[in-house]
């Protein structure tokens, strides 16, 4: 069965520190896994996904198949990236999305 | 271009009473998905339409709730009657025929039962 684990409901971090969010999925075949933000009083958006293997916002996200991981990341975190994070998988081409709980991330000045 | 919209953004009703929500997608988008978020927990899919035919409703708890695309544009959630666990926000997405297609999602219906 699928399933996104999301380890961290909340994560709290200052302006300029590292910052990773933690993602680990199950998933028999080759999944496809997003990350999707949710900005406060904002809808839910599309972040980045693992195919496309590009830098958004300053964030990547590799997916670690041996480790079933895609872990968000972003070197020199912004007061502006304070939002709810989800981690996505796809295991079909009928584009039903699997999601984790969420992690929501906050970062002080 | 317009986002999906979604109609009430706010409801409260009693249990076993019924409520409908109202959805928009964006224009030329022929898959549309309505999901459940109950507080505290991610989006979870109640059921899927590729134009007006459905393409997945396994979680979609059949005796409570359905749901219909007419014409292959707009679509409508009801659940009936509803219960205490329903309390959710419910989230329209849309996305373009294709399955690798991003979703783009509405604002929600966050629906309080008492």
């Known amino acids: 069965a699928q399933r996104v684990t999301q380890p961290e409901k909340l994560l709290s971090v200052f302006k300029g520190a590292p910052v990773e969010l933690k993602c680990n999925y199950s998933y028999s075949g080759s999944p496809e896994l997003f990350w999707y933000v949710q900005y406060s009083r904002q809808r839910l958006q599309l972040l980045l996904r693992h195919i496309s293997r590009e830098s958004i916002k300053g964030f990547t996200a590799d997916l670690n198949k041996g480790e079933t991981s895609f872990h968000l990341k972003k070197p020199f975190a912004q007061e502006e990236d304070s939002a709810m994070y989800y981690c996505a998988l796809r295991g079909s081409t009928l584009g039903r999305l699997y999601f984790g709980r969420g992690t929501q991330l906050t970062v002080w000045p | 271009e317009a986002g999906v919209a979604q109609s009430p953004r706010y409801k409260i009703i009693e249990k076993r009473q019924s409520v409908a929500f109202w959805c928009n997608p964006i224009s030329g988008h022929a898959t549309l998905y309505w999901y459940q978020q109950i507080l505290g927990q991610g989006p979870k899919l109640l059921i899927q339409?590729?134009?007006?035919?459905?393409?997945?409703d396994s979680q979609l708890p059949k005796d409570r709730f359905s749901a219909e695309r007419l014409k292959g544009v707009d679509s409508t959630l009801k659940i009936q009657p509803a219960k205490l666990e329903d309390s959710a926000v419910y989230l329209c997405?849309?996305?373009?025929?294709?399955?690798?297609?991003?979703?783009?999602f509405g604002p929600g219906t966050r629906l309080t039962v008492l």
């Open positions: 997405a849309s996305s373009l025929e294709q399955p690798y297609n991003e979703q783009f």
């Open positions: 339409f590729q134009n007006n035919g459905v393409v997945d």
